[in-house]
């Protein structure tokens, strides 16, 4: 489920997907990315290209849409966890909201189908 998971939100353009630790983080875009898995290993982009994530399927244990209040607007983003409940990869809904803060509503209900479909926590 996992794999289907990711297939399906770097389906959609303008997604931030984002891997993150102490020293270093790492952000690519969803638009036109390919997907793949081998093994354990699931590859979000080209591995001859400038930039792909390999991510082990063992790791990550759950899944959680998440939407965010900040100041002026909310966040929405689908937040992967390992075994520890630390935050291992994030995928961050972007271009959601015009210049004046207006929610696109076509961009919400793309996050809301997905959200539909896996439930808001998804143990894997």
Known sequence: MLFDL?????KIDDVLIITKNTAATCEIRSNSLTIR????????????GPAHIHINSEIITSAE???EQKPDKLNFSIQFFDKNNERT??????????QSNNLFSERKTLYD???RKYSSKIEF
């Open 6 to 10: 990711l297939s399906d939100i770097i």
């Open 37 to 48: 898995q081998k093994e354990k290993w699931i590859t979000i982009g080209d591995n001859d």
């Open 65 to 67: 849409f998440i939407q």
């Open 89 to 98: 990869v994030t995928a961050f809904f972007t271009k959601m909201y015009d």
């Open 113 to 115: 189908l997905l959200h």
